[in-house]
């Protein structure tokens, strides 16, 4: 009795505007709360939302203004039905941000407490997502709805497409019990995945189109699902960014994989097909994903008329000049004080990283502030995927079992998925900031259950 695909239009989240602005800082305020939302039609869910919405407000920021975000927990003490105590801890997930205001895992706010989150946007422009990140609870608080988007600038500087031909899609997996509630089963603590595909918070929507370009901002939100998404069509996907931003150029392939937390921009040029045609965003097979019938389309997009404007209709051969000093894509290997290796791997029942389960008072690497390193990552795992999630700096993924990166991950990233027997080597610049900060599987089931570590930058050491 899952709803009807195709039945419900796609719906954006709302900007959410300031509270106040005083010189450079813009003021914000959200109250993290439970509230009641319409996901499958005609029926209710309880929820945890930003400003009790899932996803939440979006906070769309000018590049150089300072942002503070007020984070107000109003969350019931207990979780409805699994009852742990709703503590949050606040994270801006691709962000170069102070350590203080990193949602740290053990940085927790308790219900009827708050705290404020300060966020210099001085890094170049991109699509970012905030989510909740309190230790051993990030499955079942992002599950439950505590996720947005925070979009600086991206591609408003080069003529992409904007307005209402810029759309964000938030893609999750849900469970639905009896009583229309979601269901957290993560089998065993191994992972959760879903039969409910939602966009937006809606199941499997529609989008009516022009016939021009679109620019789509797709992020993966789910708890542990990956997606290998193709158009109906054949037609390929044109790649204009990647998680910390524009690529240097457009990529171009028919199919992609994305792990929880990658987000990629996407042009798909509907002018290719005339009025009447329906395109479907469908989900391949991904190995050691759990297909179901329901899982293999995310949404359809309906061409329904001509173009009724055609400025910004465009993807520029050169996005993104480069070379700049913070431009991961322009880091070399012969650049690197050091190569550090990262095993993952399943142990004694729960995920670890080389052998180590998470200790918040055990740092694991001490890289020097601005020191460029290299990253190895091998999921020695069997039969897993972990997109690895390292904070406060973008990479560049140098390869993958020796080989180049897939033509979308050509960009600067934050999040690599490293599937099964893969080892993917990147490299990246340990700054602005110094301090503590942490590097996890962001397949949340996993990062709850161990999966994560603790990096201090500036010390320069082993
Ligand atoms: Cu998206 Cu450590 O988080
Ligand atoms: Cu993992």
């Not at 503590?436 to 994560?452: A, L, R, S, T």
């Amino acid at each position: 009795k899952l709803p009807a695909p195709f039945a419900v239009p796609l719906s954006i989240p709302p900007v959410l505007p300031p509270l106040t602005s005083e010189g450079t800082t813009d003021f914000y305020e959200i109250t993290m709360r439970e509230a009641e939302a319409e996901i499958l039609p005609g029926r209710s869910t309880t929820i945890f939302g930003y400003n009790g919405i899932t996803p939440g407000p979006t906070l769309s920021v000018r590049r150089g203004r300072t942002v503070v975000v007020r984070q107000i927990n109003a969350l019931p003490q207990r979780h409805p039905t699994l009852r742990y105590e709703c503590t949050t801890s606040v994270h801006l997930h691709g962000n170069a941000t102070p350590p203080q205001y990193d949602g740290w895992a053990e940085d927790l706010s308790a219900p009827g407490f708050f705290k404020d989150y300060i966020y210099p946007n001085d890094q170049n422009e991109r699509t970012m997502w905030y989510h909740d990140h309190a230790v051993h609870h990030t499955a079942e608080n992002t599950y439950m709805g505590l996720a947005g988007l925070y979009i600086t600038d991206e591609g408003r500087n080069i003529p992409l497409p904007s307005g209402r031909y810029d759309v964000p899609l938030v893609v999750q997996d849900k469970i639905f019990d009896t009583d229309g509630q979601f269901l957290f089963d993560d089998d065993g603590q191994k992972e959760l995945m879903g039969d409910v595909i939602l966009v937006n918070g809606r199941p499997w929507p529609v989008l009516q189109v022009e016939r021009r370009k679109y620019l789509f901002r797709i992020l993966n939100a789910s708890t542990s699902r990956a997606y290998r998404l193709a158009l109906s069509t054949g037609e390929p996907f044109t790649f204009v960014s990647g998680d910390g931003g524009l690529m240097p150029a457009p990529q171009q392939d028919k199919t992609f994989r994305i792990g929880v937390a990658e987000r990629y921009g996407v042009v798909i040029d509907f002018a290719k097909y005339p009025i009447g045609q329906q395109v479907v965003l469908r989900n391949l097979e991904l190995k050691n994903n759990e297909e179901f019938p329901s899982t293999r389309q995310v949404m359809r997009f309906d061409v329904v008329s001509e173009a009724a404007d055609l400025t910004r209709n465009e993807v520029p051969a050169v996005l993104k000049p480069g070379g700049g000093q913070d431009d991961p894509m322009a880091l070399q290997p012969s650049q690197a004080r050091r190569t550090r290796d990262w095993r993952f791997e399943r142990r004694r029942g729960q995920w670890a990283i080389n052998g180590l389960f998470w200790d918040p008072r055990r740092m694991d690497a001490a890289p020097g502030l601005n020191d460029v390193e290299i990253w190895r990552f091998d999921n020695h795992s069997g039969g897993w995927f972990h997109p690895v999630h390292v904070h406060l700096i973008d990479f560049k993924i140098l390869d993958r079992n020796g080989r180049p990166p897939f033509p979308y991950e050509r960009g600067p990233k934050d999040t690599v998925y490293v599937g099964e027997g893969e080892v993917v080597r990147l490299i990246g610049k340990f700054g602005p900031h110094a301090g503590k900060y942490m590097m996890h599987c962001h397949n949340v089931v996993h990062e709850d259950h161990e999966m994560m570590t603790n990096f201090e930058v500036g010390k320069g050491g082993p």
